[in-house]
């Protein structure tokens, strides 16, 4: 049998399994045997009967990665998924139990996506063409966008008011594609089913249809939850806010994290089209603004010495992030922001205000302030944009169940993410 995980692909409302073509020839080429089955969008039942068949035609350990409803597809697995190793959303709805999709969008303004959907007389929901070219696939060629169109398969009315049972996603370690630039559904909505499944989060400037503009960006969140389960035995589950679990995420931080310090981390991904050195120098320039540093100073004084020396051994332990990224660990790292233009150098390691070097942890750029327990990873990349990651502070106070901290420590991933999200390139309305 093929060591490699079986991976299958769930596509949403308004689409069918072709949307999936691009991302399919790259898993394959990799070696992964991939399904990517129709679905009737006849109701949700019907849907999770679809996609338990297919479940079961594989055969071995299987990631799920869903679009748009087909999030509530998959979600709606519950803890019934024996050969389910992890799910991938990509910019799809993950409701919690009791929640039902009309319940959620009524909560809003209609979407433009959304805008002229009508409904025939079988009950079934179509988008008209102009909207899916201009809104529901924005980023997506016109005609291109067009032959997306005339394959719609139109979801019954009856899936707005199905109400959704226990979710997959509580027990299953998942990862969440946001599609920055999404108008059918909101960011900060997707934003919001990551956070509290506490799923492994990549930022994407791409429209509601992410794996057919950007078909790169969703294979890598497949690697990486494909090397979540290769890394992942014997890893300590750590309980986090609201008694849900924090997860394990990426291959790395059984290195940096775990068997340092036992702490499982949550960590963000941006992808940005900005170059590096912009990205960089604003980063560095925000890291220190006062209300940041006063953040910082507030979680000294509201932890104890082995809380707060926990979370700086954590800031300085950076080889989680490096194997997460699948970096090399010797790459050319940078200790001054200011050389970031030159040749090979290309990787900056941020503590707080203090690029350092992997190699030497103890130098310090020259009155660029204390250590702090903020981890941030800047890469350039090949095709010219930047890839920023951040580990959480929260999710290493979390062990200590200490409530005080844990709001502070809350507050400061807030404004570092916000920081980040603003030298990314996110526009404000993506970061309401």
């Not at 969008?41 to 990665?65: E, N, S, Y």
């Not at 992410?210 to 750590?238: F, K, N, T």
């Not at 660029?368 to 951040?390: F, K, W």
């Amino acid at each position: 049998m093929d060591a490699r995980p079986n991976i299958v692909l769930v596509h949403g409302a308004w689409a069918d399994g072709s949307c999936w073509s691009n991302v399919i020839e790259r898993l394959q080429a990799d070696g992964y045997h991939v399904t990517a089955p129709q679905f009737p969008m006849t109701a949700l039942a019907d849907d999770l009967a679809r996609l338990r068949q297919v479940l079961d035609l594989q055969d071995g350990p299987t990631i799920v990665a869903a679009h748009s409803y087909g999030g509530q597809i998959m979600t709606a697995l519950g803890a019934d998924a024996p050969n389910v190793a992890g799910l991938v959303y990509i910019a799809a709805f993950g409701l919690d139990e009791g929640e039902s999709l009309g319940a959620l969008l009524s909560q809003g303004p209609t979407s433009p996506a959304l805008a002229h959907l009508f409904t025939d007389k079988q009950g079934f929901g179509w988008l008209p063409e102009d909207d899916y070219v201009h809104h529901f696939a924005a980023d997506v060629d016109p005609a291109q966008a067009k032959v997306m169109h005339a394959v719609q398969q139109a979801l019954a009315g009856s899936t707005f008011t199905d109400v959704m049972g226990v979710p997959a996603w509580k027990s299953l370690p998942s990862w969440f594609l946001v599609a920055t630039q999404d108008q059918a559904i909101p960011p900060d909505a997707e934003r919001l089913f990551a956070s509290r499944m506490g799923a492994t989060t990549i930022e994407v400037r791409s429209s509601h249809v992410a794996m057919v503009s950007h078909p790169a960006e969703h294979r890598h969140a497949c690697d990486r939850c494909l090397r979540h389960r290769r890394d992942s035995a014997g890893r300590r589950r750590v309980a986090g806010k609201g008694g849900r679990n924090s997860r394990t995420v990426g291959g790395g931080i059984g290195v940096a994290s775990e068997n340092v310090l036992k702490v499982l981390v949550r960590r963000h991904v941006f992808d940005s089209d900005r170059p590096f050195s912009a990205v960089l120098y604003g980063i560095f320039g925000g890291i220190s603004r006062p209300d940041i540093e006063a953040l910082f100073s507030e979680l000294a004084a509201s932890t104890s010495y082995e809380q707060f020396s926990s979370l700086v051994r954590q800031a300085q332990g950076s080889a989680g992030l490096m194997q997460f990224l699948q970096l090399d660990r010797d790459a050319a790292l940078t200790l001054d922001p200011r050389a970031g233009h030159q040749a090979g150098r290309r990787l900056v390691r941020l503590i707080a205000g203090n690029p350092v070097t992997m190699g030497e942890m103890t130098r310090h750029v020259p009155d660029a302030g204390s250590y702090a327990p903020v981890t941030i990873l800047v890469q350039q990349m090949p095709d010219g944009g930047t890839r920023v990651a951040y580990d959480t502070v929260a999710s290493a106070i979390a062990p200590y169940h200490d409530a005080a901290a844990s709001e502070v420590a809350q507050r400061l991933d807030t404004e570092v993410l916000d920081l980040l999200r603003q030298a990314t390139g996110v526009s404000a309305s993506a970061t309401a």
